[in-house]
């Protein structure tokens, strides 16, 4: 069956760094794109970043553009996510995302991570 | 970007009865919309993909319609374990954006 495992989250300090991942199964790796996605109380979901099934093509949205680096190791079945120059604003509970349907410019997401939280605070 | 407008933030209902949630896009979207339900402390699940097209293992009291800007999520007959948020997200371009959530809770 299909699993997404993330690693842990973490209490980090503003402007620090924090690497999350996401291991999977269940299904061909290198054949899908993926998603993060963070949630948080006041601002809901919130899509973050995308990479095609090769890892050439990547979106993020602007929120984190130039702070965030989506990549992904298709030899082992990971996907990541580098938070860099973190703020309080990216504390939030942090889920990475299968693609399933797609408009052939983006896509949905039928399989989620658990999810994990992240905090940024001093 | 994409705005995506949920309506009523929380709805409350009993059990047996027919449940609509709007969702409304800033431009049109064409069908490129989906419907998830999440349940306090889990992971959001796919409901329907295409605005109307029902996810295998999901119940059949669950539809979705529209085109577009406007979209609806109907549950006929609400259901103990229905009870939960639900959000829309449209996937024609990035930045992919969600609706706000509805909260569908017991009357």
């Known amino acids: 069956q299909v699993q997404l495992v993330q690693s842990e989250g973490g209490v980090v300090q503003p402007g620090k760094s924090l690497r999350l991942s996401c291991a999977v199964s269940?299904?061909?790796?290198?054949?899908?794109?993926m998603h993060w996605v963070r949630q948080t109380p006041d601002k809901g979901l919130e899509w973050v970043t995308a990479?095609?099934?090769?890892?050439?093509?990547?979106h993020y949205a602007d929120s984190v553009k130039g702070r965030f680096i989506v990549s992904r190791d298709n030899s082992k079945n990971i996907l990541y996510l580098q938070l860099n120059s973190l703020k309080s604003d990216d504390t939030a509970v942090y889920f990475c995302?299968?693609?399933?349907?797609?408009?052939?410019?983006?896509?949905?997401?039928?399989?989620w991570g658990q999810g994990v939280p992240v905090t940024v605070s001093s | 970007d994409i705005q995506m407008t949920q309506s009523p933030s929380t709805l409350s209902a009993s059990l047996g009865d027919r449940v609509t949630i709007t969702c409304r896009a800033s431009?049109?979207?064409?069908?490129?919309l989906a419907w998830y339900q999440q349940k306090a402390g889990r992971s959001p699940k796919l409901l329907i993909s295409?605005?109307?097209s029902l996810e295998r293992g999901v119940p059949s009291r669950f539809s979705g319609s529209g085109s577009g800007t406007q979209f609806t999520l109907t549950i006929s007959s609400l259901q103990p374990d229905d009870f939960a948020t639900y959000y829309c997200?449209?996937?024609?371009?990035?930045?992919?954006?969600f609706g706000g959530g509805t909260k569908v809770e017991i009357k």
């Open positions: 431009q049109s979207i064409g069908d490129w």
């Open positions: 990479i095609s099934d090769d890892g050439r093509d990547k």
């Open positions: 997200q449209q996937y024609d371009s990035y930045s992919l954006s």
């Open positions: 995302g299968r693609e399933g349907h797609s408009s052939g410019r983006a896509g949905n997401l039928n399989y």
């Open positions: 295409a605005a109307s």
């Open positions: 269940g299904f061909t790796f290198s054949n899908t794109a």
